[in-house]
């Protein structure tokens, strides 16, 4: 099986990395954390995509992580 090598992964970080940004801003609401949040998913994908195989859609899977890191971060709203 053919995997993705990480020149890959990496020029799709670059094509995908303004959108993954916006995508992020959206969620959180503020630039700051939007930025956090999409170094924090790049981080991420290039520890896990050794492995991937092709093909992979990796514009879903990107942003599959990002919103997935989005709610492990966000804060929790209780309500009395």
Same mark, same amino acid.
């Given at each position: 099986?053919?995997?993705?090598?990480?020149?890959?992964?990496?020029?799709?970080?670059?094509? $995908? $990395?303004?959108?993954?940004?916006?995508?992020?801003?959206?969620?959180?609401? !503020?630039?700051?954390?939007?930025?956090?949040?999409?170094?924090?998913?790049?981080?991420?994908?290039?520890?896990? !995509?050794?492995?991937?195989?092709?093909?992979?859609?990796?514009?879903?899977?990107?942003?599959?992580?990002?919103? !997935?890191?989005?709610?492990?971060?966000?804060?929790?709203?209780?309500?009395?």
């Amino acid at each position: 099986m053919r995997t993705i090598n990480p020149t890959q992964i990496e020029n799709r970080l670059e094509i $995908y $990395y303004l959108p993954l940004f916006r995508f992020a801003e959206r969620l959180c609401g !503020s630039p700051t954390r939007a930025i956090l949040l999409t170094q924090r998913t790049v981080k991420l994908a290039l520890d896990r !995509s050794q492995g991937l195989p092709i093909p992979t859609n990796m514009r879903a899977w990107l942003f599959t992580l990002l919103f !997935s890191q989005f709610l492990e971060t966000r804060p929790l709203h209780h309500h009395a």
